[in-house]
Nanobody, 121 residues
Framework: QVQLVESGGGLVQAGGSLTLSCAASGNIFSIKTMSWYRQAPGGQRELVALINNTGSTNYADSVTGRFTISRDSAKNTVYLQMKGLKPGDTAIYYC???????????????WGQGTQVTVSS
């Protein structure tokens, strides 16, 4: 069993900053990627940022230059530093991991429970 526990969401004014954290625990042998998705009311879940096990990152165009994803591999934790927040960033943010339970090269996806980020204008 694996758990992804997010923290750091909240209410912030436009232009403000927040940092989200997601700690993975449980039966983890290796983590391939960790990422953040978000889902706004009435919208689809979309990828915000991803980091792989070599440290390479990808960002949605809408957050490039404002958000930074980082990872502490020793702690199986991923962070999302968000600056210059806009009302359009309001959403539930979900942590996602692709990981293996052992060395059999099978990868599995896990999701966190989500954390609310609300940006007021």
């Amino acid at each position: 069993q694996v758990q992804l526990v997010e923290s750091g969401g909240g209410l912030v004014q436009a232009g403000g900053s927040l940092t989200l954290s997601c700690a993975a625990s449980g039966n983890i042998f290796s983590i391939k990627t960790m990422s953040w998705y978000r889902q706004a009311p009435g919208g689809q879940r979309e990828l915000v940022a991803l980091i792989n096990n070599t440290g390479s990152t990808n960002y949605a165009d809408s957050v490039t230059g404002r958000f930074t994803i980082s990872r502490d591999s020793a702690k199986n934790t991923v962070y999302l530093q968000m600056k210059g927040l806009k009302p359009g960033d309001t959403a539930i943010y979900y942590c996602h991991a692709v990981l293996a339970y052992n060395s059999d090269s099978r990868w599995y996806q896990w999701w966190g429970q989500g954390t609310q980020v609300t940006v007021s204008s």
